[in-house]
């Protein structure tokens, strides 16, 4: 029995692991299925597109940003598994707001004043509700994980959402919006009810320290408290400009399909259902080849190959252009136009290299710092890769205002790339000094 198949067998383990799949599905369905409807269905200008995704994408990226410093400082501070149920609670209100919105645009109703600021007033929630867990998903693992497990929990996590991303997504572009508004409620209550099976994770500091409420202050603190740990550091900002790199090419897939592709929403869900199955298999993969072992070793060249493959699909992306259809595709007219499979398999390149590079990483943030220290480590994470994925989506924003082509902002994403590798070879090098300084050594 492999150390996943016996982990995806313990109550330890399996309530959050699907509560996290729940919670990744229903933010995808809704975020996608608002998305696809908007630009499809009200507005027809590739740079009012494009801006919107990219606002969509700012918005949601947003509470990361201001409010992980107190998500980090209540996961270390409070048990883990009550946040969790609160939060799974709140989520019910917060896709009503969204149902209504998706509700009112199928209508026609208000649409732009009314439907769309719902819709981004969810969105933004949405983020809000992500920010609390985000720091959890991962520090809970330490805690009900034994150390040769946490590497493997990691990626199953991070697989397990890129399953549930696979399946909201491909939800969103199949079935129509007034469904969709329907499937985020029932979701969102059958997540909370998982949730209650989630074992308690009570605080595991000796002193119960007082939450800071001054959001800068705070952030500000648990940043440069973070960073002295040059592994840390290091896998910090690797993640980060990982991330950054992610976001300007969500941003730009479903305004790509439809402009440059010239496809149905069908196909805009095939690319992000293409990339979701393509990281889980990173993520998967990355832990046989480490066998257990949570290190940066194949981080400089799994993120090298990624910044290939986006060069190959920028390629493959022009060359469409070039002889671009006159109607719009389906799936089927498009998995038989030529040079779809190129397309295809460029995408699933980037994937799985994405994966292959930031899981470890992650791993990283709850196995070198103090277990009561472990939900702020990724706070701090959340902070820094939140500014950074805010500023990628203002780039994207400013590039479309200023009129950039969509398929020319993919060789800023190839180039960001370049950088991470650098960073990630910065961790290894940490991760052997730390290895030879450690007394076992």
Request: glycine share 8%.
């Amino acid at each position: 029995m492999t150390t996943s198949t016996h982990l995806l067998r313990r109550r330890r383990f399996l309530p959050l692991f699907v509560t996290q799949l729940f919670n990744a599905f229903n933010d995808n369905l809704y975020k996608n299925a608002m998305v696809l409807f908007v630009v499809y269905q009200v507005y027809n200008s590739p740079n009012t597109e494009g801006l919107f995704s990219a606002v969509a994408s700012g918005l949601f990226i947003l509470p990361f940003f201001l409010l992980s410093a107190l998500a980090g400082q209540l996961a270390d501070m409070r048990d883990k598994a009550a946040i969790i149920r609160t939060v799974k609670a709140c989520e019910i209100i917060l896709m009503i707001i969204g149902a209504t919105g998706l509700y009112l645009a199928w209508k026609g109703i208000a649409v732009e004043t009314v439907a769309i600021p719902l819709l981004l007033l969810a969105l933004l929630l949405t983020g809000v509700q992500s920010t609390f867990l985000g720091p959890i998903k991962y520090a809970i693992l330490p805690q009900h994980l034994k150390k040769d497990e946490v590497l493997a929990g990691t990626g199953l996590v991070e697989a397990g959402t890129y399953i549930a991303i696979l399946a909201g997504t491909i939800l969103a572009g199949w079935i129509d919006v007034e469904y969709a508004a329907v499937g985020i409620i029932i979701t969102s209550i059958i997540g909370y009810f998982v949730s209650r099976q989630v074992p308690d994770a009570p605080p595991q500091g000796l002193v119960k320290e007082k939450l800071d409420w001054n959001l800068f202050r705070a952030s500000k603190n648990l940043i440069r408290e973070t960073m002295h740990n040059q592994e840390v550091f290091y896998a910090i900002l690797a993640i980060s400009f990982f991330w950054t790199i992610g976001a300007v090419l969500f941003i730009q897939f479903v305004p790509l399909a439809k402009n440059v592709i010239m496809a149905e929403p069908e196909v805009a869900s095939l690319f992000l259902v293409i990339f979701s199955v393509g990281v889980a298999i990173g993520s998967v993969s990355i832990n046989y080849l480490l066998k257990g072992t949570v290190s940066a070793r194949y981080s400089p060249i799994s993120v090298i190959a990624m910044g290939g493959f986006v060069v190959a699909f920028y390629f493959v992306s022009r060359l469409w252009a070039a002889g671009q259809p006159t109607e719009m595709l389906g799936v089927t007219e498009f998995l038989a136009w030529p040079m779809a499979s190129f397309l295809l398999l460029s995408l699933l390149g980037i994937a799985i290299a994405g994966g292959m590079f930031v899981v470890p990483l992650y791993a990283f943030l709850t196995t070198r710092v103090p277990p009561e220290q472990a939900a702020r480590t990724i706070a701090a994470n959340n902070i820094v890769n939140s500014g950074a994925m805010v500023i990628g989506s203002l780039a994207a924003m400013a590039l479309n205002m200023i009129g950039i082509s969509i398929a020319e902002q993919l060789l800023m994403s190839a180039g960001m790339c370049l950088v991470s590798a650098w960073l990630g070879k910065r961790l290894y090098n940490a991760e052997l000094t730390a290895a030879a300084n450690s007394p076992a050594s």
